[in-house]
């Protein structure tokens, strides 16, 4: 039989990204993502993903901030690859120290389900390295 066209939902289908651009705007508590999907073209297009990111500046230790998972429906409709544009209610990240305070996200995306796309405590990672550094909009710094 001919492969289906979208994988049932709940399926797990490798997805590869590449965050572009992150923003992170105090004044509105929310975050911008925008990001390139790809997907495996051996695999069927899974019909949603679920995109969640988390927030972090090294001024505040072993802090971070984030919020649900983002659902994004029909990713793949026009290719294997697709950008991908998502806001993000962002509640209790630390406030800047300085005007010049550097914040760093960290970006999932899971084909599976909103639970599979947020990293589990052990998982979260404060190495920026392996982190994209964020715009920051509408921050105040914090008072001394």
């Known amino acids: 039989p001919p492969p289906a066209p979208d994988a049932p939902a709940g399926a797990s289908v490798p997805v590869t990204f590449k965050t572009q651009l992150v923003t992170l705007d105090f004044a509105s508590r929310k975050a911008h993502l925008t ?3 790809e ?12 995109v969640w990111a988390y927030f972090f500046t090294p001024e505040a230790d072993r802090r971070y901030c984030a919020g649900e998972p983002v659902e994004v429906s029909r990713p793949f409709a026009a290719g294997n690859r697709a950008p991908v544009n998502v806001e993000i209610k962002v509640e209790g990240c630390p406030a800047p120290r300085t ?3 550097t914040y760093y996200a960290r970006v999932n995306v899971s084909s599976e389900s909103s639970f ?12 920026i390295t392996q982190a994209s550094p964020v715009t920051v909009e509408g921050a105040q710094p914090k008072k001394r």
């Open 35 to 37: 990001l390139n999907l």
């Open 39 to 50: 997907r495996d073209p051996a695999h069927a297009a899974p019909e949603k993903v679920w």
């Open 99 to 101: 005007p010049s305070s």
């Open 116 to 127: 599979a796309a947020r990293l589990s405590e052990q998982r979260i990672s404060y190495d």
